[in-house]
């Protein structure tokens, strides 16, 4: 009576290697979802790829195995910007704030200076 082998699945093979390479994507893709700078709602994709190369007498078959995720962007930031004089004269780009540098808002936080632009002077 013949012995029935154990079958397994491919990605056990090459000591659990493909399977490993398919849980870190697994990892990636729980990450990008749980990221709340992306879009939740977003599809993300897994790719497995097995490149199969058989020798002239198809005895031997050499496996490559790929797994690769693509993940959700990043959404946009978005601000605004204005062009103005200093206190100098001097014009400058200025980030644009939701009230009045220095008042007060309901809840009693305080409102920062705006961001200056640093600007670089090009060497035309």
Do not use: Y
Request: hydrophobic fraction near 45%.
């Amino acid at each position: 009576m013949s012995k029935q082998l154990e079958r397994d699945s491919i990605l056990r093979m090459a000591s659990g290697a493909i399977e490993e390479r398919v849980d870190l994507e697994v990892t990636r893709v729980i990450d990008n979802i749980l990221d709340l700078n992306t879009d939740p709602k977003a599809k993300r994709k897994i790719t497995i790829t097995l490149v199969f190369q058989p020798d002239a007498e198809r005895k031997h078959i050499a496996v490559q195995a790929e797994a690769k995720s693509t993940l959700a962007p990043t959404a946009a930031v978005a601000t605004s910007m204005m062009i103005a004089a200093d206190g100098n004269g001097e014009m400058v780009v200025a980030e644009m704030v939701p009230q009045i540098p220095g008042q007060f808002d309901m809840s009693g936080g305080e409102q920062e200076q705006p961001k200056i632009l640093k600007l670089v002077a090009s060497s035309n």
